[in-house]
């Protein structure tokens, strides 16, 4: 099925929603620990749902419960570490868990990959994911997304509102961004890609009877080939090195020129 195949049912006919969930260390919990190499976090460390990405599914939920969605799709794209990731939106609210089984750390034009053919393979109409994620703070995969499905987006969205075609308009979402200078309101037409600012909505929280009730439902489990996806990493992280705890005052340049000849001077550039 196509993109645009499926963008053609539109509203009426019950929008199937994809949202990304990643898993990622508990911005929340205890300090940040690096393995022994020095080359990643420690595997060990407290993990949870990225918290952009619980804004997005619970924004989801709330449309399918508005009756304007049909299906919630939530899809984690890393180890079966993810499984666990997967099973809390399912608690949440979500329909349906799919793992694509994959190392951890996938660059964003990677998982962007996968998200295109997740959603030409379920006929997914909106893509739902966080502006951002808590360990890396990319913001990069949804608008990849968005470009190689050829869909319109609206990032950082603040306030999103259905508009109902029957009143004549040629979109489906009204999006208010935060945006540096305040806000920025726009429209879109599905299929769309969406990503969620924190001030979207409060997300709900977890019921103890709702996670029994998802750690019975099946998690569906994908790999990159399967989709016809190969894995291609344009970078790879070395080393991680913790901010510096100096209490020098901090000083400003009053130009480019100005911070070049600084950093130079003191090592950083050549």
């Known amino acids: 099925m196509s993109l645009q195949s499926a963008a053609s049912r539109g509203p009426n006919g019950g929008v199937r929603v994809l949202v990304g969930v990643k898993r990622v260390y508990d911005p929340k919990g205890m300090k940040v620990r690096l393995n022994r190499a020095r080359t990643a976090v420690d595997p060990n460390m407290k993990a949870c749902m990225n918290p952009f990405d619980q804004v997005a599914l619970e ?4 449309l399918r419960e508005r009756g304007w969605a049909s299906q919630v799709l939530a899809v984690s794209v890393g180890s079966r570490k993810c499984i666990e990731t ?3 939106a399912m608690a949440l609210g979500c329909d349906k868990g799919i793992l694509v089984d994959a190392p951890d750390g996938l660059e964003p034009l990677n998982v962007a990959k996968i998200l295109h053919q997740l959603a030409i393979k379920e006929g997914v109409t909106l893509a739902l994911l966080g502006c951002s994620a808590a360990d890396t703070d990319d913001s990069q995969t949804a608008p990849m997304l968005a470009e190689l499905a050829g869909w319109q987006q ?5 306030k999103l ?3 109902d075609r029957k009143t004549g308009s040629k979109f489906d979402l009204k999006v208010k961004r935060a945006a540096d200078a305040g806000t920025e309101t726009i429209f879109v037409s599905l299929p769309a890609v969406v990503s969620c600012h924190v001030r979207l909505n409060t997300p709900r929280a977890v019921r103890l009877q ?3 009730r998802a750690n019975s439902k099946p998690v569906e489990t994908l ?4 989709l016809g996806v190969p894995l291609q990493q344009h970078w790879a992280q070395l080393r991680i090195t913790e901010a510096s705890r100096s209490k020098h005052p901090v000083q400003m340049c009053d130009s480019a020129a100005t911070l070049i ?5 003191d090592g950083v550039l050549p």
């Open 59 to 62: 924004e989801a939920v709330q």
């Open 86 to 88: 997967l099973r809390t």
């Open 154 to 158: 609206a990032t950082f969205a603040a």
């Open 161 to 163: 509102e259905v508009i």
């Open 210 to 212: 709702d996670v029994v």
């Open 223 to 226: 790999t990159p080939a399967a």
């Open 261 to 265: 000849d600084k950093l130079k001077a």
